[in-house]
């Protein structure tokens, strides 16, 4: 049975482009917001090479239109060959620009991401899979991060 990962919210794809390339061996499906090809080499300068690298070269899945909330809706995995042993999200943000006028209001929003998150990920997760989230700056601390994931983990056990 194969390792398999699951890279949420990449963007331009290339985090799950470089993690193929230091980790061949793994199963990677990369996931992204952009809803078509298209709308992602219009939007990514480097697209149309990342993921024809992606796909091509290392035969790789690419599901667009994913919600991180909502992993389940995009994203089957009913047996368990099928899920994952790890569901990865890096730097998770809404991409709201008006959440900056309150740092309260940005870090309940971002919490709640994350809760959802948490509980989407649960659902693909292999029976001794993990979640990460690779967080940076002050987004542990203003997200609550630690006491979300207690809390989550708590409700999902």
């Given at each position: 049975?194969?390792?398999?990962?699951?890279?949420?919210?990449?963007?331009?794809?290339?985090?799950?482009?470089?993690?193929?390339?230091?980790?061949?061996?793994?199963?990677?499906?990369a996931?992204?917001?952009?809803?078509?090809?298209?709308?992602?080499?219009?939007t990514?300068?480097?697209?149309?090479?990342?993921?024809?690298?992606?796909?091509?070269?290392?035969?790789?899945?690419?599901?667009?239109?994913?919600?991180?909330?909502?992993l389940?809706?995009?994203?089957?995995?009913?047996?368990?060959?099928?899920?994952?042993?790890?569901?990865?999200?890096?730097?998770?943000?809404?991409?709201?620009?008006?959440?900056?006028?309150?740092?309260?209001?940005?870090?309940?929003?971002?919490?709640?991401?994350?809760?959802?998150?948490?509980?989407?990920?649960?659902?693909?997760?292999?029976?001794?899979?993990?979640?990460h989230?690779?967080?940076?700056g002050?987004q542990?601390k203003?997200?609550?991060?630690?006491?979300?994931?207690?809390?989550?983990?708590a409700?999902?056990?």
């Amino acid at each position: 049975m194969s390792f398999r990962v699951l890279t949420v919210g990449d963007g331009d794809l290339s985090f799950s482009l470089a993690l193929k390339r230091a980790y061949p061996q793994i199963n990677l499906t990369a996931s992204t917001l952009v809803e078509s090809p298209a709308e992602l080499y219009q939007t990514y300068a480097n697209a149309v090479e990342t993921s024809k690298e992606f796909q091509v070269t290392w035969n790789e899945q690419i599901i667009y239109g994913t919600d991180a909330t909502k992993l389940e809706d995009k994203i089957k995995a009913s047996g368990e060959e099928e899920k994952f042993d790890i569901v990865l999200f890096n730097h998770p943000h809404l991409g709201d620009g008006t959440l900056f006028e309150s740092e309260q209001r940005h870090a309940e929003r971002h919490y709640a991401l994350l809760s959802h998150y948490f509980f989407s990920a649960k659902k693909l997760l292999k029976i001794d899979g993990r979640i990460h989230v690779q967080l940076c700056g002050n987004q542990k601390k203003n997200m609550e991060c630690h006491d979300c994931c207690t809390k989550c983990w708590a409700a999902m056990c």
